[in-house]
Nanobody, 123 residues
Framework: QVQLVETGGGLVQAGGSLRLSCAASGSIFSINAMGWYRQAPGKQRELVARIISSSGNTNYADSVKGRFTISRDNAKNTVYLQMNSLKPEDTNVYYC????????????????WGKGTLVTVSS
């Protein structure tokens, strides 16, 4: 079975940094893209950043440009989110997403989500 597990969340003061990691495990053949989303309670889920596995092309939400950096290690099916200059409004549950994931035993591709990791930024 495929699983996405996020780590690295926690409590940090404004201006500080955190690095989130998400490792996809299982019998994985390929992943088209991986990304990070966040959703505060009662709020709409939004894309934070994503990266295309093959090209390394990235996309960021305007609110995090210049502060967050997404990267990946394709060999490990792992994506990272380096978060710098954190603000209280960054407080959210952050979810890892894998798009177009194909397993070694199927020709079908599917999208997967992690369970989320909480990031809390104090003022």
């Amino acid at each position: 079975q495929v699983q996405l597990v996020e780590t690295g969340g926690g409590l940090v003061q404004a201006g500080g940094s955190l690095r989130l990691s998400c490792a996809a495990s299982g019998s994985i053949f390929s992943i088209n893209a991986m990304g990070w989303y966040r959703q505060a309670p009662g709020k709409q889920r939004e894309l934070v950043a994503r990266i295309i596995s093959s090209s390394g092309n990235t996309n960021y939400a305007d609110s995090v440009k210049g502060r967050f950096t997404i990267s990946r290690d394709n060999a490990k099916n792992t994506v990272y989110l380096q978060m710098n200059s954190l603000k209280p409004e960054d407080t959210n549950v952050y979810y890892c997403n894998a798009v177009g994931l194909r397993t070694k035993t199927s020709s079908h591709v599917m999208d997967y989500w992690g369970k989320g990791t909480l990031v809390t930024v104090s003022s």
